[in-house]
Structures are given as structure tokens and as C-alpha cells.
């Protein structure tokens, strides 16, 4: 993979399995999976990873075209790349295109874009959900990776790691499957699978190898991953390389994030790799797809802001099994007794767009004062349209007040709403989220975070919330 920048996104959820066990009286083994909030989905998890791999990317290299693959989009027969173009402040003639619908779409996406004459952003995303005590829920996770690509011959010495090698092996078996507005996923008998797998993986492993020119011992990363758990870990032991280049699958803290889970991996060894190293990447999905790129002196050079080690390590449990069953859909409780929300008007959406995807508020030309949302006339000095647009979304900024509001509507109650000081100039009041409702106070530190405020008549309500900083 000809890759420029990388980053991902774990949601800070964890879900220990143990508490799966203890409700159903079942076996769930060790571990954690992590959990998409009750206001993510795989659009804005997108978003975030998005953000980090541009965080320290210079502007020559701003990606003209967006590439988005997940196996539960946001949407169907609508485009779900926009919004993340929309979120990201990309420039208009930036396409912007969902490559979706199956877990090989991860990688098929980061194959396109290895060989684009262009700077491509790549974002991976997925929520995995089976049904309770299913092997899906238990051993699924919730995650996002984004990467800027570009063929090396388009963008030079920006590579930080460049293809050597590249083969896939297909056939038609029905392995895996789930049938639309279905809300999890049908397996076959596990032994099956494992037979279809290991010949195409070996297949695909084999013509990597001879396309680089090198053996499986001048390996030294291996990253093997897949929808079929067992064929996975028979093709570690079948590779014929040495065990400690196999890396850590993050099964037992995150578990496996289907489409995002190579590209996630991907990153995570890239922010701990070493120039002139050469590392693989095995995705088995529908049939087999082999990466093998080698390391240049470039790595390093342009860092994510967030590693994969730092939110792998930020996990917050969530307090019960219910809580999990109730975000996922499988629980449905009483609301509260208010109205429910209302779905956003399109029109008003489009002519807003800067503003509600891009959190883009305007400041004065003449004394400076930022506004939020944006607006024609000064509230400092009444000048009447001498603004300029200021993107707000990485700016942080500083609890002002906030009222814990156990009343209002909400999925995961109670709401947290705080009125926010942002660093430089501009106050904003929105809602607080991944937070302890009980620990908040004025002075902490947030950021903000792209999410789904709500979905009512079938529409998205995307918009920016404010969460603790990482830092």
C-alpha cells in the first residue's frame, strides 16, 4: 500500500464479556469488545479516524477524492462518503464515493486508491452486531481507519510505506451472509469455512511473495485477519513465518471491526514500525487479498494525533449488558415522556452545510469576534457582513457552565448540556458526550467530536457534540 498518512478510531465503549455471560448464562470468554456509542455510527466513527489521519497532513497533499467502504452503512441508495466530505471541510471538486456493502470492501478500497494518480483519503468503517450470545456480539468490535494514499510515482517522497507486492485469490461459497434490513449477519458450519479459506489464502500468500521477490522468513510484520476466526488462525500457523511477526489481532480488548480491521491493524503496526521494514497484510474475506509494503525513511514523518495504542488503552466499561442490548436495538425501553425528536428538512440541511457538517462559524474582519453558528452582522461591533468562515471543529475549548438534564430525550440518559469557551474567541452551547455525567465541572478541557444526534422518519441528524479531551 502506497500510503501517506494514517489514522484510527476506537470508540472509548467497552463492553467486558464477561457481563454477556452473566446475563444469558452462557459462556462468553475474556476480554472486551469495544461498543459504538448510542450516537455513532459508522459515518461519524469515519469522521473521527478521518480527522486523525489529516491532523499533520500539509495541505499539498489535501486528498481530492474520497473513497468509503463499511459493510453497515449509515444509508442505503444514498451516498454515505458526502457527509464524511461534507465533515472534513474537503474542497467541493473532491468526489466523494461509497465503496461498501461486504467486509472485502476495506481492503478493495485501499487497492483502488494504491494506484490513484491523486492524493485519495480511504476510510474503513463498521459496527459489528449478532445477535445476543451469538459469536458475532461476542467476539465483533466497533472501530474506524482513514489513510491517504497516491500511487509513489504521483506524490514522491511523501510515501511513508510503498507496495512490493499484491495478490488476491476469489471463489464463490456462501461463508457469511446477511440479507438487507436484517440485523445480523448468518454463518455456516465453521469447519467449512475453514476448508473454502486456507487454499485461497495460501494461494494469494504464495504470488505476494513471488511478486515482491522475497520468502515468508524477510517478513517482519504479519497481519492476519478475517471474517472466519478459525481460518484466520489456521493461516497464522500455515504461513510458514516466524511466530513473533505475527501480529496481535486485538481480539481480546476491541475484537474483530470487520471492514476497518486490516487497514486498523495496518496503522497500529505502521506507529510502531521501523524504516526498511516489510510488513503484510493477509485480509480473508470472500476469498484472500495479500498486501506487502516495505517501510520508507519517510515513516514517522507525518503522525496521526491519536495512535491506535492510546485508544486501545482509553477504553470506559459500559455499566451493564442492558445498556449495550438497548444501544444496538435489541432492547427497547421507555423513553422518556417528552416529545420525540424531529427529523431535520432538507433544504435548510444544504443551505447550512458549512456549518452543520463542518462546524464552520465566522469571525469579524473588523474586531475579530467570533460567532457561533455564523451570522451577517457583529455581536461585538454590529458590523454588517465583513465576516470570514472559521472551521471550529479541531479547536478546543473550556467548560463554561453545564446543567445535567435528567428530563430531555435521550437514548443514554441523562443529557449533559455545556456552554463551551473555545480557545481564541466564540462560545457555543451543545451537549456533552462519553462522559461520567457525575464527574463533570467548569474549567475541563474538550474537544469536538462529529455524531448522530438523532434519527427520526428515517433521517439522520448528524451534528458536532463536545467531549473530554484524550490529552
Known sequence: MAIISWGTYVPESRLDRGLIGAALGTPAGAGTRSVAGYDEDTTSMGVEAARNALANLPAELTPQRVLFATANPAYLD??????????????STAAALDVGGAVRSGIGAMMLAADA???TLVVLSDIRTGLPSGADEREGGDGAAAFVMASPSAVGDAVQIQPIGRASAS????????????PASHVWEERFGEHAYLPLVQQAFTDALKGAGIGPDALDHVIVTGVHTRAARAA????????????DDLSSTIG??????????????????????????????DGCDVVIGETTDRLGTIAPRRTLAQ???????????QTFLTWRGFLHREPPRRPDPKSPAAPPSFRAEEWKFGFTGSQCEVCGERHLPPARVCAQCRSIDQMVPVRMADTQGTVATFTVDRLTYSPSPPLVAVVIDFDGGGRYRCELTDVDAETVAIGDRVEMTFRRISTSGG?????????????
Do not use: C, M
Open 311 to 321: 485508544q486501545v488503552g482509553a477504553g470506559r466499561p459500559i455499566a451493564s449488558y
Open 459 to 471: 433521517v439522520h441528524n448528524y451534528f458536532w457534540k463536545a467531549r473530554p479531551t484524550a490529552d
Open 78 to 91: 444514498k451516498t454515505n462518503a458526502t457527509a464524511i466530505h461534507a465533515a472534513l471541510g474537503l474542497p
Open 256 to 285: 474483530f471491526t470487520g471492514t476497518a480491521h486490516a487497514g486498523l491493524l495496518l496503522a497500529g503496526v505502521l506507529e510502531r514500525a521501523e524504516p526498511g521494514q516489510r510488513i503484510a497484510t493477509v485480509s480473508i474475506a
Open 236 to 247: 497464522s500457523r500455515a504461513l510458514g513465518v516466524a511466530p513473533e511477526a505475527i501480529v
Open 117 to 119: 494518480n491523486l492524493p
Open 171 to 182: 471463489a464463490e461459497f456462501l461463508d457469511r451472509w446477511r440479507l438487507p434490513g436484517e
